[in-house]
Each structure stands twice: as structure tokens, then as C-alpha cells.
């Protein structure tokens, strides 16, 4: 367990954040580049920061699920039925913002996004705030790259251009947060995240589905199709082929990156150009590690990561399609 940052540190982060900065933060899921969500100007520097576009709305961060009444109007009785379940954890509830939400938050649209963390560093901080307050915090990542897990990440990607870096260790999940809007008596999934689907469809009855990639595309820019993306080029192939493939770029001279969560048959042993990576073979650990994996290898100039496709089974799925976006990277979009 990482210990909180020192009391200080999160009091000295409350008063930049009150006077108009911006401050990355650790959350369970990945850290946040956070804003008074009152503040017009530290909004726009977010947006700025990360070379976001002005229409993507940003996540909203409360103290408590008590914060739903202020920031959210018509909140459905499902929607409160999740805050009680999940939160404090990886589950924002996207629903009609309340007056007190600002337009730049939202991306002019009129509903909100809004979680409670489960990290006691980003706790400390809106508590510290007071509960008038709530922080706007995407991840502190630039748009489209891979969003960080650990505080160090957030300094190689953001740099001096944050007032402020709290550290508190890697994050727990590793992946965002599991969206979720409502169409009725139903759920929808804007986008798989930390909570998986299976537990969603428990306490919702089976109320809940998966949101058609149209609507995705429009209202959630992380499901734009090349999204959460590494420098490096990284194809997807299925267990079977991972290794051949890995044989055929290593036999033309590229230095080719295997990540697996299966044990793999090793025949390229032998072939220096090849490095192989052993992943968990269940998700959450490997929730836990892929972003910073991905990060790592980048590093160290691979001319392409092969990774292997994740089971196809619900528990995977927030893996499944981080790995799915990444690998458009090719063809970039945004
Ligand atoms: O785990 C997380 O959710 C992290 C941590 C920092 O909390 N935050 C995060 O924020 O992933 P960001 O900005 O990288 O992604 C937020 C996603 C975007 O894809 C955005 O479109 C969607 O949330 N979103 C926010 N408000 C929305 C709204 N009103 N309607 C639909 N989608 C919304
Ligand atoms: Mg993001």
C-alpha cells in the first residue's frame, strides 16, 4: 500500500487549485490533470495542456456520491443504485448536468460525467477543497497518447506545464473508469473501463448494454478509433500467431517487442532481434501493467510491439479494446 502524499503536499495542491492551477493527481484508474471545474481559465489550460479538443467534455470529480444532487439533475434511481455500489472506484455516471456544471466542463453539451475516486490521495484533495468544489481531470496524458500510472509518467509526458505533480504511487487499476449513460430503465456503456461488465449487469439486473460504435464515436473521444496509442507500431494477432509472425519481422532485421499473457511456444529463442514479455493471464493484473508496459517498450525503440489479442470474454473487454485502439495507431486520426 503507498502511503497518501504527506498532508502538506495535498494542502498545498488545494490552495494552487483554488487560485486558478492545475494539478495532476493519482486516482485508482490512471492519474488526472485537475481543475477547479469554477475556474474558466485553469478549465481552458487543460485543454491546452493536453492539445484537446474544446468539444470533448472532461470527467467530473466529486468527495462523495452526496455531490450527485449538486451536479446532476433527474438522476435516475439505477444511477444512484451504482454510485451506492461502486464508488468511491472506477465507474463515472454520465447524466443531465445541474446549473453549477460550466459549459467549457461539458463540451457544451448538457449532460455531465462524474466519479468518485477510490484513492486516498485524490480524496484528501477534494475533501480539502470543501464540497462546493469539484475537479474537472481528464487524464493527464496528451491527447490520443497513453494516459499515465504513475507520477513519474505524467512528468516525462506534461513537465514543467502542470503547477503541480501529486505522487501517489502506481495505480491500482491501470485502466479508466468504466462510463456509463442512461437510455430509460437502461444502462448504456459509453466506454468499458475498471468496473467490469459482468459486475455492472449483477446490480443492474441485466439492465445494462453496450453502447453502437456510433454513438461511442461521437460523444466519447476515447472511442475514437486510434486512441490510448504508443509511437511504436503494435499489431494484434492471435495466440497461434504470435510467435510466426514475430519470426517472419525478426528475420528481416526489425526488433520486434512479444507481449503475451499465454505461455508462448519460444521458438524464436534464439533470435536476438525478438524480446518476450509475460503478461498475467488474468485482467486485472494485467489492467495493472499494460499501460506502463506499453510506455516502457516504447522506449527502447522496438520497431514494432506484437501483442497478443486478450480472451475473448467479458472480464477482458476494457482490455480488449485499449489493445484495439492502440493498434490503429498507423492510421491516426486525431
Ligand atoms: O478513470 C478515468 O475516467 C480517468 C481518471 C483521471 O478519472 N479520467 C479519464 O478522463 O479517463 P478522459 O478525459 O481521459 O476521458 C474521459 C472520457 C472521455 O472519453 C469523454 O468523452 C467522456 O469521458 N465523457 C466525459 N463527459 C461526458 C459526457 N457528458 N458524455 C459522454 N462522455 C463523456
Ligand atoms: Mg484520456
Redesign the pocket.
Known sequence: MTLPEPHSQVTAAAVLLRTGGVVAFP?E????LGADISSPSAVRRIFEIKKRPAD????V?LAGSSGLQRWAQEVPEQAWHLAECFWPG?L?L?LRRSRHVPESV?GG?D???L?V?DHPVALALLNALGPEKALA???ANRFGRI?PTTAAHVREELGESVDMILDGGPCRVGL??T?V?FDGQMAVI??P??IPLPALAEVLKGRVTLSGQEELAV?????LKSHYAPETPLELWPSGSLSPRALQLGAKGLRVAVIAWSDQQMDHAENKNIVYFSMPAEPAGYGRLLYGTLRRFDHERFDCLLVEAPPDNPGWMAIADRLQRASCAVQRDD
Open positions: 486516482t484508474t490512471v492519474y488526472g470533448h467534455p472532461l470527467i470529480h472506477p463515472t454520465v461539458t453539451q449532460t455531465v460525467g466519479r475516486p481531470a481528464p487524464s494516459s479508466e473508469s462510463i449513460g459509453l466506454r473501463g475498471g460523444r466519447v473521444p476515447g472511442a
